[in-house]
């Protein structure tokens, strides 16, 4: 049985699919991490870059966007630079968002999503999901959209048009043209670049691309996004409207369902196997790392058939936690090492298959000479880590502070230099109480001293790795440790 939870708080939006009381997708979002990916921009050309077969587009938002000479409308193969000029108007849709420092990329290829259908206006073809079964039924279902669609324009039937209505489908394709004329009314009253459509607020998205087999969807809480998504579901599957529900109990509802500790773990860098093994997965702003280790596990056989066990697992594992974290781009994993060319095929297929579920695009390149998977899973928005992570003001977002030999030496130097240079009786030292403690069981080795005395005092409001320093104009009574 699948299940959805939504949960629209006040400062984050999370949502939750569950399959037999599992998690098989998490979402969350704030306003710094909202997706923007399927939002459609009247946007002016700022400047074209023949050199890069691309432009730099201005959509309204701080940062211009990227659009690239292969996502424009038409034939590809004519340049950029005779396609399109500087303070030139296009219609354009957000493709993805890289991350980082990195703008928006955007492409003329529009896409408008429903349950069953998804329009594309600007090409005339029409497309069915592989995951549809029996020739004759997809030439059917082709047929029947391709009449449906004024000309010049095409669909793409998604796999939930299997078990639709022609009906059904007669009337999502309906709504998406009216969407779609209500786009190009707003481009022409528009003198000013900025967003258009394609709204594409969290419990919106998950309603559309998860709703069409599910048995429950539980909301919590109020709002515009949630608002949207409820409203979908009255317009488009009415026959839906029944499985949902409100949770109005005080606090939270996925701390209600039991959801907080698993979700949690999903921002720990350290995913323990069943078998005892473990994962650690690094995110840098290039690629994800997954580093795949026995552990605990030393199996009952010999060497060769522990390490293929451990690294069965970790394939499996590795496919779901890049899944439930929605980790986008590059990835690459690195399992214990495997002599035998079958073994590494079993790791690669069952690699595959664990991503066969996924609604992402992913890649999965195989085996490098160093012996290190290589993939790439598609990037639709901003990662559970951006969600609900921010990066660490001690470390600057590096993983590492200085160490407590380092600090020290660090701020004895800034309390010598402002005890040479300043008039002051003794001067205090504020470090962080781990350094403070790990002073006390330092052996100091002989160095000129300050021409001060310097008073060290634990300060539980000065974060790992920094240091404050002051002069004063008497020495005081008492400190934690002295220099």
Same mark, same amino acid.
């Given at each position: 049985?699948?299940? $959805? ?6 400062? %984050? ?9 599992k ?15 399927g ?19 201005? $959509?309204?938002?701080?940062?211009? #966007? ?7 409308? !038409? ?8 396609? %399109?000029?500087?303070g ?14 990195? *703008? ?9 999503? *429903? ?9 005339? #073809? ?10 004759? /039924? ?7 959209v391709? !009449? ?21 489908l007669?009337?999502?394709?309906e709504? %998406? ?5 209500e ?33 429950h ?25 029944p499985?949902?529900? /409100? ?13 907080d ?13 069943k078998?005892?093994?473990?994962l ?66 079993q ?18 390149l ?21 969600? %609900? ?8 977002g590096?993983?590492? $502070? ?13 309390? #010598? ?7 002051c ?33 634990a ?11 002051k ?13």
């Amino acid at each position: 049985m699948r299940e $959805i939870l939504i949960e629209q708080g006040r400062f %984050l939006t999370r949502a939750v699919v569950l399959e037999e009381g599992k998690l098989a997708a998490v979402y969350a979002e704030h306003s710094k991490t909202a997706g923007r990916v399927g939002e459609i921009y009247s946007g002016r050309v700022e400047n074209v870059l023949s050199g890069l077969q691309a432009a730099f587009v201005d $959509i309204g938002l701080p940062q211009k #966007a990227f659009l690239h000479v292969q996502q424009l409308a !038409g034939h590809v193969r004519t340049p950029i630079q005779k396609r %399109l000029r500087a303070g030139q108007w296009v219609l354009v849709q957000v493709e993805s968002c890289p991350g980082g420092d990195k *703008g928006l990329r955007l492409t003329e290829r529009i896409t408008l999503p *429903g349950v069953a259908l998804v329009l594309t206006p600007m090409e005339d #073809a029409v497309g069915v999901s592989r995951r549809i079964g029996g020739d004759e /039924r997809r030439e059917a279902l082709k047929a029947l959209v391709r !009449g449906m669609l004024p000309e010049g324009m095409g669909a793409i039937v998604r796999t939930a048009a299997a078990d639709c209505t022609e009906a059904q489908l007669r009337r999502e394709c309906e709504a %998406l043209l009216a969407q779609w004329n209500e786009i190009l009314a707003g481009q022409a009253e528009r003198h000013m670049p900025g967003l258009l459509g394609g709204e594409n607020a969290l419990p919106l998205r998950v309603v559309r691309d998860h709703m069409e087999d599910v048995a429950h969807l539980t909301v919590q809480g109020q709002g515009g996004g949630l608002a949207a998504a409820l409203a979908f579901i009255r317009r488009l599957l009415p026959e839906c409207w029944p499985q949902v529900q /409100r949770f109005d109990e005080p606090g939270s509802l996925l701390e209600a369902r039991g959801l907080d500790k698993p979700l949690r773990e999903l921002q720990h860098r350290r995913v323990w196997l069943k078998s005892g093994g473990f994962l650690l997965i690094e995110r840098t702003q290039a690629m994800t790392v997954i580093d795949v280790n026995t552990g605990k596990f030393t199996g009952k056989g010999d060497f060769e058939d522990t390490i293929l066990r451990t690294n069965l697992e970790a394939a499996a594992e590795a496919a779901r936690q890049l899944r439930l974290r929605d980790m986008g781009g590059m990835a690459v994993i690195d399992f214990i090492d495997m002599a035998r060319e079958p073994a590494r095929e079993q790791v690669l297929a069952v690699l595959r298959e664990a991503f066969a579920p996924d609604r992402n695009r992913v890649q999965v390149l195989g085996f490098t000479r160093l012996g290190l998977v290589e993939l790439r899973r598609q990037r639709l928005g901003y990662g559970l880590d951006e969600a %609900l992570g921010q990066e660490c003001p001690a470390c600057s977002g590096t993983g590492q $502070i200085d160490a407590h030999a380092w600090l020290l030496e660090r701020a004895c130097a800034a309390a #010598a230099r402002l005890a040479a240079h300043r008039d002051c009786a003794c001067v205090a030292l504020r470090l962080p109480v781990q350094t403070v403690q790990a002073l006390k069981q330092m052996e100091k080795a002989d160095a000129p001293l300050a021409q001060r005395p310097i008073a060290i005092y634990a300060d539980g409001g000065v974060m790992p790795g920094q240091y404050a320093v002051k002069g004063l104009n008497a020495r005081p009574q008492e400190a934690d440790a002295w220099l």
